[in-house]
């Protein structure tokens, strides 16, 4: 049982270029989660989707896309990335109870030059 | 704004002392996690707790939630290099409904042997 995997570990872009990252959890959960994680920030929530085909903007979207097409999937997608979207990237899930626990990946790291 | 203050950010300690971290708010929550992240991984969760007043123990770790349901402590007795890491808490967001967990920015625990 893997529970939540994410590619890739570690990525560099340069400013201006695109990637997705790919977040694929085999617990049947219906809420997936994208964070990401700054020095003195804390977790800082992306977007997230309740369900298969369903996404939603969390504190800091701009910038950034998603796709839930498969219940299992979740996609976070850098249309033309800047520096400041230098960081090290969480993706979540969690059965759906609003007491449930998240259950994290270990994290993308990502640097934008 | 965050929502959830931790306090200390940064804490060093010898093998064997206790300590107490502390997550703080000016709003009610209908309940909080603790989660413990160690270096290259994601949180990992402790433990939830939802009502007020509320203690539980994870061997040498006890959690409270404050009466009020705005606070809580997190006390280490007897800290191990084992125990090691950055520590989170986290809410639900209740204007969001109950999909948007938020976190605070940790605090950061050494244990020296």
């Known amino acids: 049982n893997a529970g939540v995997t994410q590619t890739p570990k570690f990525r560099v872009l340069k400013t201006g270029q695109s990637m997705t990252l790919l977040c694929a959890q085999d617990m049947n959960h219906e809420y997936m989660y994208w964070y990401r994680q700054d020095p003195g920030m804390g977790l800082r929530l992306i977007h997230y989707?309740?369900?298969?085909?369903?996404?939603a903007k969390g504190e800091v979207p701009d910038g950034y896309n998603v796709s839930r097409l498969k219940k299992q999937n979740f996609l976070l997608g850098l249309e033309s990335a800047a520096p400041s979207q230098t960081s090290v990237y969480f993706c979540?899930?969690?059965?759906?109870?609003?007491?449930?626990?998240?259950?994290f990946g270990n994290g993308t790291r990502l640097t934008v030059t | 704004t965050q929502l959830l203050e931790q306090s200390p950010q940064f804490l060093s300690i010898q093998e064997g002392e206790n300590l107490t971290v502390y997550c703080n708010s000016s709003s009610v929550f209908s309940s909080l996690q603790w989660y413990r992240q160690e270096p290259g991984e994601g949180p990992v969760l402790l433990v939830t707790v939802v009502t007020g007043g509320e203690v539980k123990k994870l061997k040498r770790l006890t959690f409270q939630f404050g009466d009020a349901r705005k606070d809580s402590s997190l006390h280490i007795t007897a800290a191990q290099p084992g125990d090691t890491g950055l520590y989170l808490c986290?809410?639900?967001?209740?204007?969001?409904?109950?999909?948007?967990?938020?976190f605070g920015k940790g605090t950061k625990l050494s244990v020296i042997p």
């Open positions: 986290a809410g639900p967001l209740s204007g969001a409904g109950s999909y948007q967990l938020t």
């Open positions: 979540a899930s969690r059965k759906g109870a609003y007491n449930s626990p998240l259950h």
């Open positions: 989707s309740v369900g298969e085909g369903t996404t």
